[in-house]
């Protein structure tokens, strides 16, 4: 089992940068596929980005394409989530979540662990 810790968030204008963390308590960090998730107000909780076990591959919506990037490191048992050229359209609640079956596609039902969210507000 692992547990998942957000960080990072936070108010920023349109078309500058965020970086979110997500610690990682437990055991065996390095088995488990890692991604993210955001939610908006009134709406469903929408894939942003995975990365593979290893960080050697990774998948992203195609809203986040060419801005955001995943990286993990291993040794530090973290995930992180660089957003850049941010739109106000990213504006959500940002949560990382965790799978030990190397899924890293967009369901929702295959990430078995989540962390708690942290808050991204995008000004126009």
């Known amino acids: 089992q692992v547990q998942l810790v957000n960080s990072g968030g936070g108010l920023v204008q349109a078309g500058g940068s965020l970086r979110l963390s997500c610690a990682a308590s437990?055991?065996?960090?390095?088995?488990?596929?890692l991604g993210w998730f955001r939610q908006a107000p009134g709406k469903e909780r929408e894939f942003v980005a995975a990365?593979?076990?290893?960080?050697?591959?990774?998948y992203y919506a195609d809203s986040v394409t060419g801005r955001f990037t995943i990286s993990r490191d291993n040794a530090k048992n973290t995930v992180y989530l660089q957003m850049n050229s941010l739109k106000p359209e990213d504006t959500a609640g940002y949560y990382c979540?965790?799978?030990?079956?190397?899924?890293?596609?967009?369901?929702?039902?295959?990430?078995?662990?989540w962390g708690q969210g942290t808050q991204v507000t995008v000004s126009s």
């Open positions: 979540a965790a799978n030990s079956a190397h899924y890293i596609g967009a369901s929702n039902l295959a990430w078995s662990y």
């Open positions: 990365v593979s076990r290893s960080g050697g591959s990774s």
């Open positions: 437990g055991r065996a960090f390095a088995s488990y596929a």
